[in-house]
């Protein structure tokens, strides 16, 4: 039997023949394969070493694709799916602060005497606080004013003044008490622009709200994924986003001098909100 260029025929056999046989049979080939191709090779060794080459390459080709098909591998195993969802949590609470702006008005012919009764019924104005539960540090100037007054042919009239006071108590409970006392100290020039609440001690209400924007979050992401016929395996991040009510607020009101013992003011409740944003890992 003659062989194709490069393979050898082996046969196996007893225990004292086979060697000798598989010798015998490997050279007779060899020796016919010369003689036939004898006049294209210079040696008889090159088929061997053609299938030795041949072998090679098919080996490293072999190595070759194993070693992508790891790292594909590695690849997919490091892709992990996620799903994003928001919950929000809500807590009342009820305000520990209150915000108003009072200031006085004043009209005369001349603007230096427009100043000086303005700057006296300031000063009784901020007595009148003081004495009611309001510190200097809760008291701050937010606007002074000078204009002129003209009639309809733009001849001056007289000239008004305006001073106004922000402030700011953390004794709300007394704020009715203050803002009486300030009307009665400057009388009809007196003006109040408003009123809001807040809460400026709101860690537990905070703490509480994020429990229940959480709870919310981990319930969402667990009906999407079982409708997606998966499971939550952990958190990948957390965005926490306050989102605080904003105070309640009174229209404009000007107090004359006829005013009750005090101005009965109620702070009612106020809702802290958050939001939270969640990246959940999912699995199959």
């Known amino acids: 039997m003659v062989l194709p260029s490069g393979v050898i025929e082996i046969r196996w056999g007893g225990a004292h023949d086979g060697g000798k046989r598989m010798s015998d049979d490997t050279s007779s080939t060899a020796e016919q394969h010369f003689h036939q191709h004898g006049e294209g090779h210079p040696s008889g060794r ?76 300031v000063r009784a104005l901020e007595a009148a606080l003081l004495k009611n539960g309001v510190t200097k540090k809760e008291m701050q100037t937010s606007g002074l004013n000078i204009y002129d007054n003209t009639n309809n042919q733009g001849v001056v009239t007289g000239f008004t003044v305006q001073d106004t006071l922000n402030v700011t108590m953390h004794k709300v409970r ?38 229940r924007a959480m709870d919310n979050a981990r319930l969402a992401a667990g009906q999407l994924a079982r409708a997606g016929d998966a499971h939550v395996t952990g958190i990948v991040k957390i ?9 309640i607020y009174y229209p404009p009101v000007a107090y004359g001098t006829a005013l009750r013992a005090s101005v009965p003011i109620q702070t009612g409740s106020q809702p802290v909100n958050v939001q939270v944003t969640v990246i959940y890992s999912l699995a199959n």
Do not use: C
Not at 183 to 190: L, P, Y
Not at 201 to 206: A, G, V
Not at 239 to 247: A, H, K, M, V
């Open 239 to 247: 965005t926490d986003n306050e989102n605080q009510s904003s105070g």
């Open 174 to 211: 007394r704020a009715g008490a203050a803002i009486d006392a300030a009307a009665k100290a400057v009388g009809n020039g007196v003006q109040l622009n408003g009123v809001s609440f807040t809460i400026t001690n709101d860690s537990s209400l905070l703490r509480a709200a994020r429990i």
């Open 46 to 121: 090159r088929p061997r070493l053609t299938g030795w080459i041949l072998t090679m390459v098919t080996a490293l080709v072999v190595v070759a694709v194993g070693f992508v098909g790891v790292v594909l591998g590695h690849s997919r195993a490091s892709a992990t799916s996620t799903i994003t969802v928001t919950g929000s949590g809500t807590v009342q609470g009820t305000p520990d602060t209150i915000n108003f702006q009072i200031g006085v008005s004043t009209v005369n012919p001349t603007a230096t005497a427009a100043l000086t009764e303005n700057d006296s019924k």
